[in-house]
């Protein structure tokens, strides 16, 4: 094979090889979410409240503590699970229940949850629950347009007022 | 020869077949299929300039970083955009011939036994690779960046150990935090630092390690990433919107084909296919047997301790140790079975192996079980005194190369080894002194050594390059080394008609004898 066809035939070699890269590097497009699709996220890192409340402790049980463990009130540590549901149009999507982290159970509860939701004006209703018994004290009702691509965190912070949508 | 012994697969045979084509372009020695981990250290060097380039005007914080490359894109274009471009084309370029060195490797079975170490740390390599590449595209903090860390975050999250905890970094606030960004750069930095150890690992039980392509080959690639860094150059996406997500997004398939997955598989079947991939490939060495030649046996009584077998063996499986016999000689080789290929490359080196001793049954310092030099001596023998006609050729073959003994007539014998590096070039003198007119040489395509140096140490051996030389003594024009695959006969056919023609226009040889005159004697008494 003559220099100038072996050269010529490199070329394509590398121009094809090149050409996957380029090709495969940006293409072919990926749709993230379903055309017409807005995107809920459920994110938590919540503490809930402590399952057993304290107890005071007797003078007899005090005495046979050592002196420097002597705290009037015996406090079980372990937390309850934290409990969020939300309901879009009435209908729930989600009903996540997330347990307190450590080994006793005494760690924040940590939860994530994804859900894709068609694009629109929706009621969005979540309702939140961090007590022993599971009870739904706190919950957040709102008419909300969700345009196609929008990301909507569900968080809850007692310090801003509980849940938040972000 | 035992029928047992290895051979290429079909797998391997099909792949020949596509590497045979690139040889009409690029000719044996630069063809790009066997210099795939060559490349890889190539385009590794070249993504690490550009990174360090592109890090010299980055800013280093979530806030500010996609401003800066932005800015790099503006003001220092071309250079700016060149970078970030070659950063992103030379680690694709990367990931694809480290796939294609995969699926060769593992096409020619080359993961177990000896090779085991160099597949296992290999396997390593592509995860961290992997994990690098995916990183790095975090750092432009645009659209890709954020949807690319945050399915990795949720993957991560679907482990009960992190359990929603590292998505929450990205989600939970207007913008990841600086020192959150800081540890992804972190990462991207650590990353590439642990796959340097990793390739460097990888080559331990190679030598030499080709870890340079050729010089025209490495012109050519750079010249392609530069033709294609200018054709199509990178275009930063708008910057990442937490609130947002784009409808559409430019994947590079050869990194973030996994988050694609994803979708489809969900977070716990990617963790399945993952682990069940991975675990499938490290478990390969172990869970299968590729059968192997058995290891060399030094034989102390012929060995003078001469170290060329330890110069010339491509897995370090001789090594020089001092002398455990009475003769006067400092070292003696030893052979480590683990790791031995099963070559014969270093009964090549030998210079015990010439079969111009006297012994009738001759041995040699360090010779092959299932292929022993006085065996191939007697079969030489044996060929060459069967040979009529004119003009007689002998062919050494490669047990891995072209099927020679397809090639057999009155006037041809074809005598296989297990390399054609084992071949004594004292061999080829004895064959032509033994009656032969002609020694073809028939060993694998260049480059494409089944024990990864055979055809450069035959080649150099015949060209009087290196010990054992072939001595001068030798009419060269009466031996010829012809690269052959596998799937090559009909090369090495037209190869052989080709020498056969030149030795009709050189004549029949003058001295002729079935045996050298000594060993003639002995045999005869």
Known sequence: ?????????????????????????????????????????????????RKFACRTRSAEELAKLAPNMRAAEDCPRERAPVRVKVDLDGRTVTDLVASPAGLSRDGASVAYRRLPVPAGTHRLRVSFADDAAGTFDRVREEEMHLEAGRVLVIDFEPGQGAIILR | MDAALPRPGRAALALERVEALFDAAFGQRLNPWRHLGALGFYFFWICCASGIWIY???????????????????????????????????????????????????SRRHYAAFRRFAWLTGIFTLVVLLAAGIGGYWLPWDQLAQWSLTSTTEWFDALPVFDGALTRNVVAGEQVSDRFFSLLIFLHIGLPLTMLGAMWAHVQRVSPARTNPPRALAWGSAAMLAALCLVKPISLLPAADLAFLPARLPLDW???????????????????ATAACFAALAALPFATRVPRAPAARVSLANCNGCA????????????????????????????????????????????????FRRDEELATGIDMP????????????????????????????CRWGAEAAQLDNSATAAVEFLCAAMVPPSFVEYALRAGADGVLVAGCREGDCEFRAGDALTAGRLDAARAPALRPTVPRDRVRLVPAGRSDLAGLRAQLDRFRADLESLGPRARRHALPPKRQEKRHG
């Open chain 1, 1 to 49: 094979m003559n220099r100038a066809l072996r050269y010529g035939l490199q070329a394509l070699l590398y121009g094809a090889f090149a050409a996957t890269l380029g090709y495969f590097s940006t293409s072919p497009a990926f749709e993230p979410l379903p055309p017409g699709h807005a995107l809920i996220r459920v994110s938590l890192n919540h503490a809930g409240q």
């Open chain 2, 370 to 397: 299932s292929s022993p030099i006085g065996q191939l001596r007697a079969r030489l023998e044996e060929r060459t005194a069967a040979l009529a006609g004119s003009p007689r050729i002998v062919i050494f073959a």
């Open chain 2, 254 to 272: 050869l990194y973030l084909f996994p988050h694609a997955l994803m979708a489809w598989l969900g977070a716990d079947g990617l963790w399945v």
């Open chain 2, 56 to 106: 010299v005007g980055f800013d280093t914080s979530a806030t500010g970083a996609w401003e800066s490359l932005a800015a790099m894109d503006r003001n220092e274009w071309p250079l700016g955009a060149f970078a970030r471009a070659l950063h992103r084309y030379s680690a694709d370029a990367l990931v694809a011939v480290t796939a294609l060195h995969l699926v060769r490797e593992l």
């Open chain 2, 308 to 355: 060329r077998c330890f110069a010339d063996c491509p897995y370090d499986a001789v090594v020089m140790v001092a002398r455990t016999d009475a003769r006067p000689h400092a070292r003696q080789a030893e052979v480590d079975p683990d790791l031995c290929a099963g070559c014969g490359i270093c009964t090549g080196a030998c210079p015990s192996s010439t079969p």
